[in-house]
């Protein structure tokens, strides 16, 4: 499993009452209505009492880190970081020495650097296409679905995608470029339904073999490319679930390649998770353990960036269906893993199920957003008008 290898501590020293500090966990999560040893589904069974001084000192790394280990266990993660989320738990427990050191590295180092966004991405999306196929269904989309009408996983990404081209007015031999295009999944929905001729963009081998495979006998071009060295001129532009590995310090410069390669009458439509607060780096155990590198943008940066580029048509919110999409990829992981436990060990199997519960629950208390934006160069004649969707 790959790992970030940034020199944050991963542990200080923590309380030497084990004892104590199950107390104090305990005092702290009485707000939220969780309990320590409860009948209720969110409530936390300790299995070792080390458990208590690992969150307490170390935050949500902490946790994430003894969750692994098999310190303590619950029934309902997403429902138990819901309740934390919303008690507002989850701000006094980033106020640890390990994450004040990681903004602080945040600030200074620019950690989404073109020497840095490979090794970034392939920690992640190089993992493993067997745990990805499993887990993503038949489109392969690794965003946010669009659940409106769907009542499947496949029929809401399938949704997302005509969501998207319906804003983008995509038509017949309209030349796209999706920039981090994952395995090639708006890529074949483009081309197979809307006729678009489409070149997607990644930085994962991984990904752009198995998106060339799928993608084959289409008007499809994948290549393994930093958005920075992108060439070319494009009627429309999308970038699904990849502006979240951009970082703070590369927005404007994310913007001004993008501008550089539409067309002046063209759109672009930009969809991201989105966060609550203007931040330089996301929590410890995020950026250790699954997205190196990756930040999710505020509102108020988004819009600063587009400053003097482009022109903000749309903005859509429908952050509640990222809550239902985890679930669904949720319940894919564990169906799968008894044939995924061949090659993946039962820490990563912890680690797994942490990662897309936890995120489930943080945006099931809308602590997460997730934004459609769609952009022009100018402005569009007579007003944008999005198509029913």
């Given amino acids: 499993m790959a790992t970030s290898t940034r020199a944050i501590p991963s542990h200080t020293r923590p309380p030497q009452q084990p004892r104590m500090a199950v107390r104090w966990l305990a005092r702290l999560l009485e707000p939220a209505g969780v309990h320590l040893e409860g009948t209720q589904r969110w409530d936390l069974r300790v299995r070792r009492d080390r458990m208590a001084s690992r969150i307490l000192w170390n935050g949500m790394l902490g946790a994430c ?103 983008l007015g995509l038509e017949p031999g309209m030349r796209v470029l999706d920039i981090g295009c994952g395995w090639g999944g708006f890529a074949l929905h483009a081309a197979a339904k809307y006729g678009a001729e489409v070149t997607g963009i990644t930085l994962s081998p991984s990904q752009a073999e198995l998106a060339r495979t799928r993608c084959a006998g289409l008007p499809i071009r994948i290549r393994e490319q930093d958005y920075r060295d992108a060439t070319g001129q494009f009627d429309r532009i ?83 269906d990222y809550d239902r999409t985890l679930m669904a990829w949720h319940h894919n992981f564990e169906e799968a893993w008894p044939s995924l436990s061949a090659r993946y060990d039962e820490r990563f199997h912890r680690l797994w199920r942490f990662y897309l519960l936890t995120c489930a629950g943080s945006f099931r208390a809308r602590s997460n957003q997730l934004w459609q934006l769609v952009l022009s160069p100018h402005g569009q004649q007579g007003g944008y008008r999005r198509r029913s969707d």
């Fill in 65 to 167: 880190e003894s969750y692994m280990d098999g310190d303590w266990d619950c029934d309902a993660l997403d429902q138990l970081t819901a309740r934390v989320v919303s008690a507002g738990l989850d701000n006094r427990l980033s106020r640890r020495p390990v994450a004040f050191a990681h903004k602080v590295i945040g600030k200074i180092a620019d950690l989404q650097s073109h020497a840095r966004a490979g090794s970034n991405v392939t920690a992640h999306y190089d993992r493993g296409n067997d745990l990805y196929t499993a887990m993503l269904g038949r489109t392969m989309a690794y965003s946010c679905g669009y659940w409106a009408k769907a009542r499947t996983l496949d029929d809401a990404q399938d949704a997302k995608h005509d969501l998207i081209c319906h804003k």
């Fill in 238 to 320: 999308v970038s699904i679930g990849m502006f979240e590995h951009v970082g703070p310090k590369n927005y404007r410069t994310f913007f001004d390649c993008a501008k550089r390669l539409l067309t002046p009458a063209g759109l672009m439509l930009l969809h991201t998770i989105g966060g609550l607060r203007s931040v330089a780096a996301s929590d410890p155990w995020v950026d250790r353990y699954v997205f190196p590198g990756a930040v999710l943008p505020s509102a108020a940066e988004i819009t600063a960036a587009l400053e003097g580029r482009f022109v903000l048509e749309d903005w859509h919110s429908f952050g509640a």
